[in-house]
């Protein structure tokens, strides 16, 4: 019976198990999306989107760290790229990332609020007055983005 039985090292809990199979799942599910012409940046965005929303922020980060060396860069993709890293305490990482977003599609809304607000937490605001202007205008309704830019704006003075 000792013979038969595992090792302790080999034992997985039921948890990563279950976390295993999903990912095999959404594997298949990623080959099958894209063997019928799917948008792959969608379905790592998904991805992504449910890892953030669970509150596991490195695997978030790890899987759009795979899904960029795939795909290349996308603005997208560095979005999530960068609100993961500010999660996970780096914000001068995460505004790199979004500075690169940004750079990639300039009046996207939720790329220059993180970008904004990763920019306020490192110090570094005033260097967006310019930068957020442009987005504020395209949406004017976007209480957080006129707040950040009025605030880059006073800072830049």
Do not use: T
């Amino acid at each position: 019976l000792s013979r038969l039985r595992p090792d302790g090292d080999s034992i997985k809990r039921n948890d990563q198990e279950a976390h295993e199979l999903i990912e095999i799942f959404r594997e298949l599910v990623q080959v099958n999306h894209q063997a019928r012409g799917g948008d792959p940046v969608s379905l790592a965005m998904q991805r992504a989107r449910d890892l953030i929303e669970q509150g596991s922020y490195w695997e978030a980060l790890c899987a759009l760290g795979q899904d960029r060396a795939r795909i290349g860069d996308h603005p997208q993709l560095l979005l999530g790229l960068g609100v993961a890293s500010f999660h996970l305490g780096n914000p001068d990482r995460a505004f790199e990332l979004l500075r690169d977003a940004h750079a990639l599609s300039p009046l996207d809304a939720d790329i220059a609020v993180s970008l904004a607000l990763a920019a306020e937490k490192i110090g570094r605001l005033p260097e967006l007055a310019s930068v957020l202007e442009p987005v504020a205008r395209a949406f004017p309704d976007d209480s957080e983005l006129a707040r950040l830019r009025d605030l880059a704006l006073r800072a830049s003075r």
